[in-house]
């Protein structure tokens, strides 16, 4: 079953704005992943923030983690076409080998 | 070049007929998984191991078979392939549980 579950399903956004995709998730986690999928394709690992963090950056990418409300947000800002994919958020358990993953967020980025 | 690679890149088979997925990895990771993907349903994990000869259950292992003899290779076995497993599969793997996971470029199946 899920754990992760993004919102929005969709977002569409042009060049140079910010994109905000939220990712809520059921039980207590270790870690907390996303990643991003070009249509199709593999998906590559963002950014990883543990349940003992609130909040990492990496280039233009913001993560949040809020454990209490079992919730994750990450920010792309100013946004470029490049950005368009999926993004998923991955949630792994304590002493778990699990990785759960979210349906996504088809993110589309227009020039 | 670290990777993971699968082959084949597409399938189009036929219900009943035996089919083998490979995947390897070069990056000397211990664990290795496979997913699929479906419209609207994320990825769903199919078998883990983490270990040579070590494999368990993921979430949707109905219909499928792994083996790990080797460190590095990971092999998905559809026995007798039904339609439902028309998916878009995926190959991954990382160093231990919990730690960044290095997917490979999928493997897009068709069973008619």
């Known amino acids: 079953s899920q754990q992760g579950e993004e919102d929005p399903q969709a977002l569409s956004i042009q060049e140079g704005e910010n994109a905000t995709m939220n990712c809520s998730y059921k039980?207590?986690?270790?870690?907390l992943q996303w990643y991003r999928q070009n249509s199709g394709r593999g998906l590559v690992h963002l950014i990883l923030?543990?349940?003992?963090?609130r909040e990492k950056h990496s280039g233009r990418l913001r993560v949040t983690l809020d454990t209490s409300k079992k919730s994750s947000s990450l920010l792309i800002t100013a946004s470029r076409a490049a950005d368009t994919a999926s993004y998923f958020c991955?949630?792994?358990?304590?002493?778990?080998?699990?990785?759960?993953f979210g349906a996504g967020t088809r993110l589309t980025v227009k020039p | 070049e670290a990777q993971v690679t699968q082959n084949p890149r597409y399938l189009i088979t036929v219900t009943g007929k035996k089919l083998t997925v490979t995947c390897s990895q070069n990056?000397?990771?211990?664990?290795m998984s496979w997913y699929r993907q479906d419209p609207g349903l994320g990825l769903r994990q199919i078998y883990y191991?983490?270990?040579?000869?070590?494999?368990d259950k993921g979430d949707v292992p109905e219909g499928y078979k792994v083996s790990r003899k080797e460190k590095r290779n990971f092999p998905l076995i559809l026995e007798s392939p039904s339609p439902n497993q028309t998916s878009l599969y995926f190959c991954?793997?990382?160093?231990?549980?919990?730690?960044?996971?290095?997917f490979g470029p999928g493997t897009r199946l068709l069973v008619l």
């Open positions: 991954a793997s990382r160093t231990r549980v919990g730690e960044t996971q290095y």
């Open positions: 039980t207590s986690i270790n870690n």
């Open positions: 923030i543990r349940s003992n963090e």
């Open positions: 991955a949630t792994v358990q304590y002493n778990n080998n699990d990785m759960r």
């Open positions: 990056m000397n990771h211990e664990y």
């Open positions: 191991s983490m270990n040579v000869e070590v494999t």
